[in-house]
């Protein structure tokens, strides 16, 4: 029978099993487990939980049951295991997913007919016709980044993309997994099941999704029966009905499986039959290629476009010049509808490949602030946000996108609302515009935040059939389009009237499909036209639907997919110039979370918003945030001097002001990431919540260093789950460091300063997440079930009082893996800044950057450090050696003595521009240790004797490492006129207290 359970074995071995019987062939030496993290109990006694090995650290007594053991990572290395390897999976499982069956599909519940939807409103036969696609002459040649190759790049891309993606789906596949088999509604079945990671996203799956289940056979005794028949002989390929993350469970409509082909029921059964069973399945997740097929079908328009450009600009010169010529000199004469204007034709390529050429001159000194009269809808903004949505609204910038580069708290959302509100009220001939995020959970922010000054008439958020509507804010209900209880387009003229259309860049593909592009909707009304009037001259101006395109969070977008809603805005290929040029503006922070990949190294993880950012036309400005990182804050960056004209009118604005952290909190984030250009600028009352909390030491900033030395170790399978693999068990964890985390979180709860909600827990690593999670619930730390427990990158956009960051790893010699994997927020050097350590670099960001009046980093200082504290004691003797043989030099060696002095100057030098701009790459850790130790913010349990940090830190304050930040800088040089030591010494004199922060 197939509903009976098997019996979990207890082993202390990794045994090797017989596929045919099941049973164990060949002994392996037997491995030690450790016991990993404690589960809290309600019901064991207090003696049972008065155990637990001594520590360091002081942590309260865990009780004595213990969760599923881990592996000795050592000792799995000394032996030569690779611990990184995908557990052992009994081959007899495994080959049922290669066995041939009857295969019963379930199909998609909800889809757009969208040849439907457009054939009673356009007429399809004046419809452009659609460019074939191009691909890759030989396929294993990769393309390289040009307009000439730009669909064949990016098509290359994303196949490796959904090759990695299909590999990686297969580690999340389950076997012998169990399912509640549902037989509710006989029409439509159902099968619930629990996915390890759901949560995180591992493996994304979204509702309607394909998901293959092939049930297992059992006999009575809940045995695998591994015979010639172990299965039901049946491929149910289900569909997603609804994804609860909280509780990681899926639910799957499954077509064609009855009481019968399930084997549930026997003959000598009597009905009726009960209407809920056990059942086993071996299960896999496909790779929902639809997701990828918008951005493969929009390359053919891209590429139409760059390839009608390049030939304009190489072969058609004369033709051109004699039509502009036409058109400018002699009023009377009109373009043709089939005539080409520069600016349709140019307008993809300046988007995607801006220069200089694209960039309008600066001839005379603006006053930004009184340039563009206007009312505002929000006069909070501050004067760099001021000036990015009057720099749009003047449209003077040139024909490019306009982007605004925020770091977190800046308020790049707020500026794009305003810039939203400003085009569709008061910019002439920009009645529509379409608004994007990456995400849904963004896109939901931008239409929520637009409703407060829009009705139900003039927005849209629009949601793709397939979206969950119990995902959507509810107050966003109203707003949405909904046709028989699921999302749906609105009708067509009921779409065309909306000012301001919200929706994912995903989602932006249903504007694609159903033909609702500048593109298509301007060559149907402009035939049209010209057969109903033939004998009346066309317009000598086009007037396009779309006005302008706001993408925000744009560095979290893959190209590609920013590439769907671009093309939606983009005028025709052929017509007059438009009435009104469509706008392109992208707010993001390339120095966050990158978009996500499967393949772990893929250029895909460098946004479009990103890659502009580098073009020249960008980075060389004199007002790049590079350049004008010496400017001194708030109008400097933004004021020039008469004697810099003329100029290329800046494309972008650099938010500097941020309304999140504690100036302490965001120095060193200011000083690694931003070039030390950033202001805090956050309420005082609230950044000082904490003052009076008696954890914090030195100069009793909000910010703490605890060197935890306890040790990581592997999360080891279930035995409930023989398929666990690394990637869905989760890897690594941190016993010692998950109690010390919810320690802190029990001491900040008891102080009475913070609630639960305040704080936030975060781990790169999801075992560790989960461990956290399962011992700050529990009575040992007061079941604080509101404390905001999570892997790292689910809090981009995110902010909580206090931030407590674990680190978790502690083993030097998998850090190098964990870098090639992207795991971690170890950064590596330059070698891994185009790879996983640039996405790791990114995600270290994330996490400095979310606390507003609280930072806590617990982690080895030893694995943090890496090997700088090693070199640069090398350095250290070499430095000594040169000034020995310095001083026995004779007078007559000085010109050797003087090269010899400016190599030394030199070395210094570079040290000190590299870490005073951004920080040279793999030793971000060592600089925020660096700022700890000189300010005393270090944990009092940490054994750092103080003559050996004052000896580190006069070493890295000369090799740049422990160069103060400008915010130290400012602070040293107030205090230094009050006599108050700015050396970062614990003592009580040589401690700036909170009152001297507040005067900053």
């Not at 604080?784 to 999570?790: L, S």
């Not at 891994?832 to 790791?840: L, V, Y």
Request: aromatic fraction near 8%.
């Amino acid at each position: 029978m197939a509903f009976f359970t098997l019996p979990p074995k207890q082993s202390k071995a990794l045994p090797i099993v017989n596929p045919e019987t099941g049973q164990d062939t060949l002994p392996v030496p037997i491995t030690h487990f450790k016991h990993r993290a404690p589960t809290p109990k309600t019901n064991k006694s207090a003696q049972a939980q008065a155990k637990l090995a001594p520590q360091v650290l002081w942590l309260p007594p865990p009780p004595a049951e213990t969760t599923p053991p881990a592996f000795d990572a050592d000792e799995q290395y000394a032996r030569g295991f690779d611990v990184y390897a995908p557990p052992f999976v009994p081959a007899a499982l495994k080959h049922i997913n290669e066995y041939a069956g009857t295969v019963v599909d379930t199909f998609p519940k909800t889809h757009i007919d969208y040849l439907q939807y457009i054939s009673g409103i356009l007429p399809t036969s004046l419809l452009p016709a659609l460019p074939r696609p191009q691909f890759a002459d030989n396929p294993s040649d990769t393309p390289h980044l040009s307009p000439q190759c730009y669909e064949k790049y990016l098509r290359s891309l994303i196949e490796v993309e959904l090759g990695y993606q299909r590999k990686e789906n297969a580690s999340y596949s389950r076997y012998g997994h169990t399912g509640i088999l549902k037989f509710n509604d006989p029409n439509e079945p159902t099968v619930t099941i629990t996915v390890p990671g759901l949560r995180e996203n591992t493996p994304n799956v979204q509702v309607d999704d394909e998901v293959q289940l092939r049930q297992l056979r059992f006999d009575y005794g809940g045995h695998f029966e591994s015979n010639l028949f172990p299965w039901t002989g049946y491929i149910y390929n289900a569909r997603v009905s609804a994804v609860v993350r909280a509780t990681e469970t899926l639910v799957l409509r499954v077509a064609g499986i009855t009481y019968h082909t399930a084997e549930v029921v026997t003959p000598t059964m009597i009905p009726p039959w009960p209407t809920e069973y056990v059942v086993k399945f071996n299960i896999q997740f496909f790779v929902p290629t639809v997701r990828y097929t918008p951005m493969m079908d929009v390359l053919p328009h891209i590429t139409q476009s760059l390839d009608l450009a390049e030939q304009v600009l190489r072969n058609d010169f004369d033709a051109l010049d004699s039509f502009i010529d036409e058109v400018t000199n002699n009023a009377a004469a009109r373009p043709k509808a089939d005539e080409l204007s520069t600016t349709n034709v140019y307008w993809k390529q300046s988007m995607l490949f801006p220069t200089e050429a694209d960039c309008n001159s600066q001839t005379h000194v603006v006053n930004w602030l009184q340039h563009y009269d206007s009312t505002r809808f929000d006069e909070s903004l501050n004067y760099e946000q001021r000036i990015a949505v009057d720099s749009v609204l003047c449209q003077n910038y040139g024909t490019m996108p306009y982007l605004i580069s925020g770091p977190p708290g800046t308020g790049k959302t707020k500026t794009m609302i305003e810039i939203a509100l400003q085009l569709v009220r008061n910019v002439p001939n920009c009645a529509h515009i379409l608004v994007c995020a990456p995400s849904e959970p963004a896109a939901d922010t931008l239409a929520d935040r637009l409703s407060r000054s829009m009705n139900r008439n003039e927005l849209l958020r629009l949601n793709r059939p397939t979206r969950d509507s119990r995902e959507v804010l509810t107050n966003l209900l109203p707003y949405c389009s909904i046709q028989n209880d699921v999302f749906a387009l609105p009708p067509f003229a009921q779409l065309m009237s909306y000012r301001i259309i919200v929706t994912s860049c995903r989602d932006a593909s249903m504007l694609m499909y159903a033909h609702l592009t500048n593109s298509d909707l301007y060559t149907v009304s402009s035939t049209l036209h010209q057969q109903i009037h033939p004998n009346l001259p066309t317009h000598s101006k086009a007037h396009l639907h779309w006005g302008a395109l706001l993408i925000d969070e744009a560095a979290q977008a893959m190209e590609p997919e920013a590439l769907i809603p671009l093309h939606v805005v983009s005028p025709p290929l052929k017509g007059p110039e438009p009435l009104f040029t469509p706008l392109v503006i992208m707010a993001g922070d390339e120095q966050q979370l990158n978009p996500r990949t499967s393949c772990p190294s893929t250029p895909l993880q460098q946004s479009l918003f990103a890659r502009l950012f580098k073009r020249p036309v960008y980075a060389n400005h004199p007002l790049a945030r590079r350049l004008a990182k010496d400017a001194q804050p708030p109008k400097q960056q933004y004021q020039l001097h008469p004697d810099l004209l003329p100029i290329l009118r800046p494309p972008f604005t650099n938010l500097i002001r941020n309304y999140r952290s504690h100036p302490a909190i965001l120095a060193m984030p200011s000083k690694l990431f931003y070039f030390d250009t950033l202001v805090a600028e956050a309420d005082r009352h609230e950044r000082n919540r904490l003052k009076s909390w008696s954890e914090w030491r030195g100069r009793r900033w909000p910010i703490l260093f605890h060197d935890n030395p306890s040790p990581d170790d592997m999360e080891a399978p279930s035995p409930e789950s023989p398929s666990s693999t690394a990637a869905t068990t989760g890897g690594w964890f941190n016993v010692g460091e998950a109690h010390l985390a919810c320690q802190y979180a029990l001491s900040l709860f008891r102080s009475g300063l913070v609630k639960q909600s305040d704080i936030c827990i975060m781990s790169p690593f999801k075992a560790q997440v989960r461990l956290i999670r399962s011992l700050i619930r529990g009575e040992q730390y007061g079941m604080m079930w509101e404390v905001n427990v999570g892997p790292t990158e689910a809090f981009q956009g995110l902010e909580h009082g206090v931030v407590i960051l674990c680190v978790t790893r502690s083993r030097k010699r998998f850090v190098e893996r964990d870098r090639g994997l992207g795991w971690g927020i170890l950064p590596g050097g330059v070698k891994h800044e185009n790879h996983a350590g640039g996405g790791i670099r990114n995600q270290l960001n994330v996490a400095l950057t979310r606390a507003k009046f609280g930072l806590i980093i617990l982690g080895s200082r030893e694995v943090m450090m890496g090997d700088k504290e090693q070199e640069d004691e090398e350095e250290d003797e070499e430095d000594d050696d040169d000034d020995d043989d310095d001083d026995n030099s004779s007078p007559q060696g000085g010109v050797a003595v003087g090269g010899k002095e400016d190599g030394k100057h030199a070395k210094k030098d570079k040290g000190t521009a590299t870490s005073g701009t951004r920080g040279e790459k793999g030793t971000e850790w060592a600089q925020i240790i660096a700022f700890c130790e000189r300010n005393g913010c270090i944990a009092d349990s940490n054994h750092v004797s103080k003559s050996s940090t004052s000896t580190h830190n006069s070493r890295r304050n000369e090799k740049g490492e422990g160069q103060l930040t400008k915010w130290e800088r400012s602070m040293s040089s107030d205090a230094s006129g009050s006599g108050v030591s700015a050396t970062g010494s614990g003592s009580a004199s040589g401690t700036m207290e909170w009152s001297d922060v507040d005067e900053f």
